[in-house]
């Protein structure tokens, strides 16, 4: 089960203090401050989510959670930030996450989420204009060839 960070709690010092992670193949929700997905990931329980990496200290007691910038495609720091109870701060969600994949070829479908939790397809087309306006995580365009990190490129089957 692989989630995908969707949305951001920040303090006035401008750290996450909570973090709202989207699981596509259940559809489920997690709304966590950022103290329990640390506890998690040292007890191993914590599954591997798309937009957090955890640096282990030298001392094993200190693990920081690492946002992952502007260097890969899926940015933390685009992630809409959110309320105490999960909802945009500007209103309406802005970012779209691609979180997966439907179809092949020119029938395929990208799957996206916004912090609000709604999920959304959209084609190719609907998707680099989209990207140029800057409103999705997880892709780039090169040239007019659509570049989705990896996980975010994976394909979800519903049966």
């Not at 596509?24 to 103290?35: G, H, I, N, R, S």
């Not at 945009?88 to 997966?100: F, H, T």
């Amino acid at each position: 089960m692989k989630g995908f960070l969707i949305g951001r709690i920040k303090n006035k010092h401008n750290q996450a203090v909570a973090l709202k992670i989207y699981f596509p193949t259940t559809k489920q929700v997690w709304l966590m401050d950022a103290e329990e997905v640390k506890r998690r990931y040292k007890l191993g329980v914590m599954p591997e989510v798309v937009g957090i990496k955890f640096r282990q200290a030298m001392d094993l007691d200190s693990t920081r959670i690492h946002l992952c910038g502007s260097n890969g495609l899926y940015n933390a720091q685009k992630v809409d930030i959110i309320d105490g109870k999960g909802d945009p701060i500007n209103g309406e969600p802005i970012m779209w996450n691609i979180v997966g994949t439907r179809g092949f070829e020119e029938f395929k479908r990208y799957i996206c989420v916004n912090s609000a939790c709604k999920e959304k397809e959209f084609d190719v087309d609907e998707l680099k204009k989209l990207i140029r306006a800057g409103r999705i995580n997880g892709a780039r365009l090169l040239g007019d060839v659509i570049q989705a990190q990896n996980p975010c490129n994976q394909q979800i089957y519903d049966y």
